[in-house]
């Protein structure tokens, strides 16, 4: 999932435009982005407050397991790193599959 502090509207534009299918969660308010520490304060347009690209992968008891973070703001992981990361973590046990 990804979570943006646009509103719900703008992130659904997006995601029609682009074609993702996975789930847009909007923080308008940035609470969650906060609590993960990748705020980019009035880094938007008009100075508005922004997350700055991250990727986390969150296990089931909401233990963060890995994560990536880039002040680039155009900088974005490809899927294929995250799978194989997630690949080498359930072969080292780090976390169980489904």
Known sequence: MAISVDSPEESRKLCQSQGYTFPFLSD???ATIRAYGV???HAGEDGHDIARPAEFLVDRTGTIRWENLTENLLARLRPETVSHVLDGMLA???VRGK
């Open 28 to 30: 308008p308010n940035a």
């Open 39 to 41: 705020l980019h304060p």
């Open 92 to 94: 080292d046990g780090a």
